[in-house]
């Protein structure tokens, strides 16, 4: 059977129960789901009826537990998995048995069997009880647990750095690579929701600080707007990209500074890092500061980014920027800086094509007061949603002339190094007295050739 047959196999016979809570306002209510596995990676969530889940969600969090008994029966292929305790069980009791064969009293029978089965019972709760408290820590734990203490040798003491939200607390190229590194088997292709809930507050929740105090918090350098749904890879490649077109040497690129949310946001305080009004909040602190030198935003060729309320809001307040330090919006990819020329060309058209079709008075937010707040002050600038279309429409533009000066220019040199390598290559044939093939194209469709013995 191939690989694919048996996944498919396993896919329809083994499902999985579980009962996840479902809050509501006068009381909890429990759901049975039914699991069923798609890929090693991929699992469908069935509502119990059979039907694929519609709601909404944008992450999951925790690990998978069925207690016993429950395993006997809702675990793999029915019939065909029996728990271990279980096995133990009948073992104690299959050993006792030949005592029955020697006591030949009805009474004594009804006593070694009654003690028998008493023992089982203690001996199988024991095991359970051992494997409860012993059971083994899944990877996602083993990781945090690893990068909580790599964390603790870079900042001992996280509550003496702690810093006011704002600017203070940006962090390090090098620690967003860092820690993609290290969860690189459990992120995958997942997205900053699954980061944020899964790895950033676990990280910090002896702290309960910002990540970026955890792990040293530093002036900010960059601001970045990005979408929380994008990948997480894409993210940190396009960032990396980022540093290293930005950085001035001596320096490295993995110390260019950037405030991201989810990593400078106090995600156990999330109310009061967006204070009492846009002007109070993290965001717009971090953005206005004198130390901030631009915005770095991340996109794919959705230019999923400019469909959020809060990206639109970032690219209000950086558009209003007038400081004589301040380089404005620069677009990032996993290819490159648009502005800087070195991104490829397919990414940077397709993101040209959707800005053209894009109406940002379009964006969407998860909280609808906070859409219409942003909307409002775009409304109230001068010229409304169509200057800031206008204004987007031409950073693009900018860059893509951009990008076509640099690849004239590579283009010329590659032509000019192609040239020399040829005259070259026929001063060497010449010294070495041998035959030089020359091509005269006289406009037709063929090609006088003349051989020139030296």
Same mark, same amino acid.
């Given at each position: 059977?191939?690989?694919?047959?048996?996944?498919?196999?396993?896919?329809?016979?083994?499902?999985?129960?579980?009962? =996840?809570?479902?809050?509501?306002?006068?009381?909890?209510?429990?759901?049975?789901?039914?699991?069923?596995?798609?890929?090693?990676?991929?699992?469908?969530?069935?509502?119990?009826?059979?039907?694929?889940?519609?709601?909404?969600?944008?992450?999951?969090?925790?690990?998978?537990?069925?207690? +016993? =008994?429950?395993?006997?029966? &809702?675990?793999?292929?029915?019939?065909?998995?029996?728990?271990?305790?279980?096995?133990?069980?009948?073992? !104690?009791?299959?050993?006792?048995?030949?005592?029955?064969?020697? /006591?030949?009293?009805?009474?004594?029978?009804?006593?070694?069997?009654?003690?028998?089965? &008493? /023992?089982?019972?203690?001996?199988?709760?024991?095991?359970?009880?051992?494997?409860?408290?012993?059971?083994?820590?899944?990877?996602?734990?083993?990781?945090?647990?690893?990068?909580?203490?790599?964390?603790?040798?870079?900042?001992?003491? =996280?509550?003496?750095?702690?810093?006011?939200?704002?600017?203070?607390?940006?962090?390090?190229?090098?620690?967003?690579?860092?820690?993609?590194?290290?969860?690189?088997?459990?992120?995958?292709?997942?997205?900053?929701?699954? !980061?944020?809930?899964?790895?950033?507050?676990?990280?910090?929740?002896?702290?309960?600080?910002?990540?970026?105090?955890?792990?040293?918090?530093?002036?900010?350098? @960059?601001?970045?707007?990005?979408? @929380?749904?994008?990948?997480?890879?894409?993210?940190?490649?396009?960032?990396?990209?980022?540093?290293?077109?930005?950085?001035?040497?001596?320096?490295?690129?993995?110390?260019?500074?950037?405030?991201?949310?989810? +990593?400078?946001?106090?995600?156990?305080?999330?109310?009061?890092?967006?204070?009492?009004?846009?002007?109070?909040?993290?965001? +717009?602190?971090?953005?206005?500061?004198?130390?901030?030198?631009?915005?770095?935003?991340?996109?794919?060729?959705?230019?999923?980014?400019?469909?959020?309320?809060?990206?639109?809001? *970032?690219?209000?307040?950086?558009?209003?920027?007038?400081?004589?330090? +301040?380089?404005?919006?620069?677009?990032?990819?996993?290819?490159?800086?648009?502005?800087?020329?070195?991104?490829?060309?397919?990414?940077?058209?397709?993101?040209? *094509?959707?800005?053209?079709?894009?109406?940002?008075?379009?964006?969407?937010?998860? !909280?609808?007061?906070?859409?219409?707040?942003?909307?409002?002050?775009?409304?109230?600038?001068?010229?409304?949603?169509?200057? &800031?279309?206008?204004?987007?429409?031409?950073? /693009?533009?900018?860059?893509?002339?951009?990008?076509?000066?640099?690849?004239?220019?590579?283009?010329?040199?590659?032509?000019?190094?192609?040239?020399?390598?040829?005259? *070259?290559?026929?001063?060497?044939?010449?010294?070495?007295?041998?035959? !030089?093939?020359?091509?005269?194209?006289?406009?037709?469709?063929? *090609?006088?050739?003349?051989?020139?013995?030296?």
């Amino acid at each position: 059977m191939t690989e694919a047959a048996a996944l498919e196999a396993e896919a329809s016979a083994l499902y999985y129960w579980a009962k =996840p809570f479902e809050r509501t306002e006068s009381k909890d209510m429990i759901a049975g789901h039914v699991i069923q596995p798609v890929t090693p990676h991929h699992l469908i969530l069935l509502s119990q009826d059979g039907l694929p889940s519609a709601r909404s969600i944008e992450t999951s969090k925790g690990v998978l537990r069925i207690p +016993f =008994p429950l395993t006997l029966v &809702m675990l793999s292929v029915p019939g065909t998995f029996v728990s271990l305790g279980l096995l133990m069980t009948l073992s !104690v009791l299959l050993a006792l048995l030949p005592f029955l064969v020697l /006591i030949s009293s009805p009474a004594g029978t009804k006593l070694v069997y009654f003690i028998s089965s &008493m /023992i089982a019972f203690l001996f199988a709760i024991a095991f359970h009880v051992t494997v409860t408290t012993f059971r083994p820590i899944t990877p996602i734990q083993r990781k945090l647990r690893s990068h909580i203490r790599n964390m603790a040798r870079s900042n001992p003491e =996280p509550a003496l750095t702690r810093k006011e939200r704002g600017p203070g607390r940006a962090i390090r190229a090098g620690h967003v690579e860092d820690l993609v590194t290290t969860f690189q088997d459990c992120i995958r292709h997942r997205d900053m929701y699954y !980061v944020a809930t899964n790895i950033i507050k676990p990280v910090t929740k002896a702290h309960r600080l910002s990540y970026a105090e955890c792990v040293g918090p530093q002036t900010v350098n @960059w601001f970045v707007s990005h979408y @929380w749904g994008t990948s997480f890879n894409h993210f940190v490649a396009s960032i990396k990209k980022h540093s290293e077109a930005v950085v001035e040497p001596p320096n490295s690129a993995q110390d260019v500074a950037y405030w991201i949310c989810s +990593f400078s946001n106090n995600q156990w305080q999330l109310e009061e890092e967006l204070g009492s009004g846009w002007e109070q909040s993290s965001f +717009f602190k971090a953005l206005a500061s004198q130390d901030c030198i631009g915005t770095a935003m991340v996109l794919d060729d959705e230019a999923l980014p400019l469909t959020r309320a809060w990206c639109l809001f *970032e690219v209000l307040q950086t558009m209003i920027i007038r400081r004589d330090n +301040f380089k404005g919006l620069y677009f990032c990819t996993t290819t490159g800086v648009l502005q800087k020329g070195k991104s490829g060309v397919d990414l940077p058209m397709r993101i040209a *094509e959707r800005l053209a079709k894009l109406r940002l008075e379009d964006a969407t937010a998860s !909280v609808q007061k906070d859409k219409e707040m942003i909307s409002k002050l775009v409304a109230e600038m001068p010229g409304g949603f169509e200057a &800031m279309n206008g204004y987007l429409r031409r950073n /693009i533009a900018e860059a893509l002339r951009t990008m076509k000066g640099v690849f004239t220019s590579e283009l010329e040199r590659l032509l000019t190094m192609l040239e020399i390598a040829e005259l *070259e290559h026929l001063e060497d044939s010449i010294a070495n007295g041998g035959e !030089v093939v020359l091509a005269l194209d006289e406009g037709s469709d063929s *090609e006088l050739k003349e051989t020139v013995r030296v």
